[in-house]
């Protein structure tokens, strides 16, 4: 084991290979208030690459409703269960990591999946209320009690430190140095499944037709013509933007992802308490506990919903996230410019230009004779 730097969890960690990190660390932010589970991204996804045989009940890319979603089932619940109880101090993370906790003779702590656990892809839709425990209680009647729920896009976190490729005997996972997406080679895995029982999050899948492991491959070839992922620009809620992140030491304040990871911590990664600095960041939803939040997003959660909340008083936020699904080409800088904001490119060029506050028009009542019932 190799000591390494996680600064989502505020300290130095073990882990099974040297700290060596992309040139470019492929990177999003999901604004989790703006997703309606319509699940166009679920299918942009499907229909583009996992529509083969042994791929039927693979989806790289899922949206799941908190807290009684999940897919595979209980992925979150086994991975914290695992892991037992770890609490925080500041933003440091006190327990210890998958990697820490992993079982002599293995690299990470991690837990199999069973067949049946991937046989119900969104179940617990859009439900608020534990309704089992509920009529065990004999209180089915009783509500209305605290009623939340929030929607969770999925897809592979494209990890600094991937317990996927850790667990591999192989080392048929790799992560590039160019832009730090991790793929798994096809030609050496050999179908072990070390990398789903690894995953946490459970984003890697076995086609069992091929016998190989097969993942999100954050749509790559997309992603080398400077292109936004499919899910990334099916978007119908607009709450998704590709990009690539800096470490903290080197943000720029007029990168997208930097601005809302780094500078204003408004997007956090999903439970970085596993240790595998996830590169996927959240806004998270105002509407649901603190507590739960915590669980799932880390000790900066208040501060995030209170900076959402407070968000007109920061003209760049809001600027950056109207940006957000207005443009499929990947934005690395972005400027505020009057009422307007601009995204460009790596070379500097602007690539796409849109009002911050969308303009509103006024129509006459009447449109000739006939009475017109929306004037706006
Ligand atoms: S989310 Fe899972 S599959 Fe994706 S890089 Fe991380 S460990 Fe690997
Ligand atoms: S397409 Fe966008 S809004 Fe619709 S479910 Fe996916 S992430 Fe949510």
Not at 283 to 307: D, S, Y
Request: proline content about 7%; overall charge positive; charged content about 25%.
């Amino acid at each position: 084991m190799a000591r390494v730097n996680n600064w989502q969890i505020g300290r130095d960690m073990s882990y099974w290979y040297a700290e060596e990190r992309p040139r470019k660390q492929f990177a999003a932010v999901f604004d989790i208030n703006k997703c309606i589970a319509c699940q166009t991204c679920t299918i942009a996804c499907k229909t583009t690459w996992t529509s083969g045989r042994g791929q039927e009940y693979m989806l790289w890319n899922n949206v799941e409703s908190k807290p009684f979603g999940f897919y595979p089932i209980a992925w979150d619940v086994n991975a914290l269960d695992l892991l037992g109880a770890g609490d925080w101090k500041g933003n440091t993370y006190q327990g210890r990591t998958l990697f820490e906790a992993a079982r002599e003779g293995e690299r990470v702590l991690g837990c199999p999946p069973a067949a049946d656990d991937y046989a119900n892809p969104n179940l617990g839709e859009d439900d608020a209320l534990d309704t089992g425990a509920l009529i065990n209680k004999g209180l089915e009647l009783l509500v209305p009690q605290a009623v939340w729920f929030f929607y969770l896009a999925r897809i592979c976190n494209h990890c600094t430190y991937p317990a996927c490729l850790a667990a591999c005997p192989r080392g048929a996972i790799y992560k590039r140095p160019e832009d730090g997406i991790v793929l798994a080679d096809q030609k050496k895995c050999r179908g072990y499944r070390e990398c789903v029982k690894a995953c946490p999050y459970k984003k890697v899948f076995f086609n069992a037709d091929a016998n190989v492991s097969q993942k999100c491959i954050g749509c790559y070839p997309l992603v080398e013509q400077k292109e936004q992922p499919r899910c990334f620009k099916n978007c119908i809620g607009k709450i998704r933007n590709q990009g690539f992140l800096s470490r903290p030491q080197d943000a720029r304040e007029d990168n997208p992802i930097d601005y809302l990871v780094h500078i204003r911590k408004l997007a956090l990664p999903l439970l970085p308490q596993l240790g595998l600095e996830p590169n996927v960041y959240y806004v998270p939803p105002i509407n649901a506990p603190k507590t739960f939040l915590k669980q799932m997003f880390g000790p900066g959660v208040e501060q995030a919903v209170e900076t959402y909340k407070g968000a007109a008083q920061d003209p760049k936020i809001v600027a950056l996230l109207s940006l957000f699904g207005c443009t499929p080409k990947t934005i690395h800088r972005f400027k505020v410019i009057g009422g307007d904001v601009a995204g460009y490119d790596e070379k500097g060029d602007e690539i796409v230009r849109v009002p911050v506050k969308e303009p509103a028009f006024v129509r006459a009542p009447m449109n000739g004779d006939v009475p017109r019932l929306n004037v706006t």
